[in-house]
């Protein structure tokens, strides 16, 4: 196979990147990476000096991709589908764009800081960026939950890279920062993405891990 894609399958920015290789069922190589062995950081450090997954190895290319939002640009151009995850439409584009950068700033990030504070000792950890995480994936309740009143994907009517960002940004959110029963919209859309083929093997795969997540 041409592409081997560096990750750990708990990881939420995996998430992203795996949902779009299973949408349209591009063939790739795992590679497994535990960033707590030494020898495993160091190896992945030649191909990514951030020491971060996800990675892709495009090896025909002998070409290193990473950022999961390029990763799904460079899957959409080189390795198309049936999936059209970027659409060709500029306008079209645009909004998928704007969409994957805000579920990542918006509720990733916030989501992320919540987490990983909780794997802090105690006198390490951060009150006040927990609350203003909380208070940003909050807002960000709020503008998905207008405008997923009348649509049933994150940028429109079809499934795209925006949804690949969504998944895991909405799914881990709402284990740190619940949605309640005040944002219908918002539940209703993290409930397609859950039950959409790719996300559901993305869980499975990912569910020995779970009790590794901070509760």
Known sequence: MSLELYFHPLASYCWKVL??????????VPRFID?????????????????KVPVL????????????????????MCHPGRVELLPSDPERALETRFRDRFFDVYVHEPMQK?????????????????????????TA????????????????????MADCSAAPALHYA???????????????YLSRLEQRPSFRRVLNEARPYFHLFPG
Do not use: C, H
Not at 37 to 51: C, G, I, Q
Not at 128 to 137: E, T
């Open 19 to 28: 949902i779009a290789l299973y949408e349209n069922e591009t063939p790739f």
């Open 35 to 51: 960033l707590g062995d030494v020898s495993v950081r160091e190896d992945l450090a030649k191909l990514w000096p951030f020491v």
């Open 57 to 76: 190895r495009a090896l025909e290319e002998s070409k290193t991709i990473a950022e999961s939002s390029i990763i799904i640009e460079y899957l959409a």
């Open 114 to 138: 919540i987490v990983g504070d909780r794997l802090l000792a105690e006198e390490k950890r951060d009150p006040y960026g927990v609350s203003q995480a909380r208070q940003l994936i909050e």
């Open 141 to 160: 309740y709020g503008v998905i939950e207008r405008d997923m009143a009348d649509r049933t994907w994150a940028a429109g009517d079809a499934f795209s």
């Open 174 to 188: 709402n284990r740190v920062v619940p949605l309640g029963e005040t944002f219908v919209n918002t539940r209703a």
